[in-house]
């Protein structure tokens, strides 16, 4: 294609409102432009190129191992939504509207209730099953904080696919072959990424892992273990028990500890470490239908809660910090809580860390008094709250964990009977009895990828894309116009070569070779070809994008030669790169 004929309206500023290097560049690249409001964007014609080609991958990738690609109505009735009961649950990313004759609808965030509603219609016997049907369609959100461009979009496109089974087993085997279909498609891309254990919700189990891309700016925190390959999401992720050897205490029973709130300044009052002591976080839980309640979380004093965590243990969707006049009504003094002498009125839950904890110091529940020598209970139910830290130990070998962050760009999940039960998606197996089938989930963020590749692959002049994302894989550039043995070189070698590979033709007679470069930079196709005043000599420059590496090439009478030449470097060079 011909530079000169393309809408690619690339800018040196640095749009104000955008921090990350992937909403950068991508803006001032002429991929992408703000539609108008937040977190919707249009796709400009590189933008588009990007996108296919990285739709294509996915589709390639879920095509050979048999998945179907489907595409559902955008527009989804709200009595679907009602039927699984997330219709009032999904709270306000969920865009809620009506048509002229007053039916309620939703725009799809995401299709679990429309294609279990396709193939309760179409599937009736074990005969039928398995199944896996996907789309790549776009899906909105109204997400509390759209941000950082393709990353956090309220308009999003999105992969997300849906398995249909006889049974448990059937879809575990889905779930296995899905992640090693992700796994291909995120390496097809060129990506670093690490498949990690993710949080389930009330599911729970292993039932669900995400697939994160390695980059400072990823919104989630990963743990990581040092030695071996486990990795999960912070909200999931697990430890091994952390050492406690407690010190013996100077004092027992009921201490006078006034203005002694902080852990930092119990553990100092009772000369002990913060391992030694235990602390309350106390949280209002706010539960589906609108209830609350208060819950004391028991933990470690030199342990954090984990929130995710903690709403599972109990079932909530979220929590709240719980205030100090909530806690008044229930009697309970803020800085001095303790799980000791509790009405059955309040829910406390006590974290995995405290198992087998004794001589430790805690709020004793009266203003200005801690207690010290207290054990926790043996016959109690454990939950694990606590965010995993760096230095924790890995619960499958012992090493070290650490902390990375990560883009999230795909999550597969073991759903069950979650959907099909209530919207009685059902088939009649051997025996013609009717069960529910079990089903397995699965998305990736495809605009979210664009994103996510420029965070890993770029430098402080522009994109760099990689070899399967580029929008191009060549472009050659006429140094100038003017010079007419350059220009008929250039014209000759895109005519020839622009059938076998992807090129774009920066042919722009006004431009200066320096804009044009600077363009080839931000663009970041990763092959130039400068077609310059070389030319007289017999020598034209194959510019690598990634490295800045430039090789020359002669060329001779016959230009179809010197296009086979560049052809093979390009081939060769790609290879070596990987
Ligand atoms: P996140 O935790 O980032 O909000 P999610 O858990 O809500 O994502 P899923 O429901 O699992 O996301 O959606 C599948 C995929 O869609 C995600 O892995 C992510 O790559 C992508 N995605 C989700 N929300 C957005 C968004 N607002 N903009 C762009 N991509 C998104
Ligand atoms: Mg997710």
Same mark, same amino acid.
């Given at each position: ?11 040196? *500023? ?18 992408? $432009? ?52 997330? +219709?009032? %649950?999904?709270?306000?990313? &969920? ?25 309760? $219609?179409?599937?009736?016997? +074990? ?27 309220? *308009? ?22 899905? *992640? ?17 254990? =993710? ?16 980059? /400072? ?12 390959? +486990?990795?999960?999401?912070? *909200? ?14 100077? $004092? ?14 119990? =553990? ?22 609108? %209830?609350? /309640? !208060?819950? &004391? ?12 965590? =903690? ?35 309040? %829910?406390? #839950? ?46 499958? #070998? ?24 209530? &919207? ?19 998305? !990736? ?10 965070? $890993? ?6 994109? !760099? ?29 895109? /005519? ?21 470069? %600077? ?29 800045? /590496? ?29």
């Amino acid at each position: 294609m011909r530079f000169s004929k393309l809408l690619i309206p690339t800018v040196k *500023e640095v749009p104000s409102d955008a921090q990350l290097p992937s909403h950068i560049y991508l803006l001032r690249g002429g991929f992408i $432009q703000n539609a108008g409001g937040s977190g919707l964007y249009n796709f400009l014609p590189l933008g588009k190129r990007v996108l296919d080609k990285v739709r294509r991958v996915v589709k390639e990738e879920l095509d050979r191992v048999g998945c179907q690609e489907v595409s559902l109505a955008f527009v989804t009735p709200a009595s679907l939504w009602q039927e699984s009961g997330r +219709y009032e %649950k999904y709270g306000k990313e &969920l865009l809620r509207f009506k048509d002229r004759k007053e039916n309620e609808f939703v725009l799809g965030p995401t299709h679990e209730e429309m294609m279990v509603n396709l193939v309760r $219609q179409s599937v009736k016997s +074990y005969k039928q099953l398995p199944q896996h049907l996907y789309q790549i369609n776009w899906k909105f959100r109204d997400e509390v904080r759209p941000r950082y461009g393709l990353m956090r979009g309220r *308009e999003f496109l999105m992969q997300d696919g849906y398995s249909f089974h006889v049974d448990e087993t059937d879809m575990k085997r889905e779930f296995a072959l899905m *992640e090693e279909t992700y796994k291909r498609i995120f390496r097809r891309l060129g990506l670093d990424f690490r498949v990690v254990e =993710a949080d389930s919700g009330a599911i729970g189990g292993s039932g669900s892992k995400e697939f994160m891309v390695l980059a /400072e700016s990823g919104e989630d925190t990963l743990v990581v273990c040092k030695s071996c390959d +486990y990795g999960a999401n912070i *909200e999931a992720a697990k430890r091994a028990a952390p050492a406690y050897t407690p010190k013996p205490l100077s $004092q027992e029973g009921k201490v006078a500890t006034p203005g002694t709130t902080s852990i930092e300044a119990v =553990a100092r009052f009772f000369d002990v470490d913060a391992t030694q002591t235990l602390k309350i976080v106390a949280k209002e839980a706010h539960f589906e239908g609108g %209830k609350s /309640e !208060i819950v &004391l979380f028991a933990l470690r004093g030199d342990d954090a809660l984990q929130e995710v965590k =903690a709403c599972n243990a109990v079932g909530a969707d979220d929590l709240s910090d719980a205030s100090e006049a909530q806690l008044e009504a229930l009697g309970l003094p803020a800085g001095y809580l303790g799980p000791v002498g509790l009405s059955d009125e309040v %829910k406390i #839950c006590f974290d995995e860390a405290l198992r087998g904890a004794t001589a430790m110091v805690c709020g004793a529940n009266e203003a200005g008094y801690h207690i010290a020598g207290y054990a926790v209970p043996e016959d109690i139910t454990f939950v694990d709250i606590a965010e995993v830290r760096e230095g924790d130990r890995c619960v499958h #070998c012992g090493a070290e964990l650490t902390h990375t962050k990560g883009i999230e760009v795909g999550h597969i999940f073991q759903l069950g009977t979650r959907y099909s039960e209530p &919207l009685k998606c059902e088939f009649l197996d051997e025996n013609g009895k009717a069960k529910p089938m079990v089903m397995g989930t699965y998305g !990736i963020g495809v605009s979210r990828l664009l994103a996510a590749i420029i965070e $890993q692959h770029h430098d402080d002049k522009g994109c !760099i894309w990689t070899k399967e994302s580029a929008p191009f894989t060549l472009e050659i550039i006429l140094g100038d116009a003017k010079n007419e043995r350059a220009k008929e070189v250039a014209e000759s070698l895109y /005519e020839v070569i622009g059938d076998r590979i992807e090129v774009l033709y920066d042919d722009r007679a006004k431009e200066r070779f320096g804009a044009k470069m %600077k363009d080839f930079e931000l663009m970041g196709i990763p092959f130039a070809l400068i077609v310059g005043k070389g030319v007289n000599d017999g020598k034209v420059e194959l510019v690598e994008r990634a490295n800045g /590496e430039r090789h020359y090439l002669e060329i001779g009478d016959d230009l179809a030669e010197t296009a086979e030449a560049l052809l093979a470097t390009i081939a060769d060079l790609q290879s070596k790169r990987g």
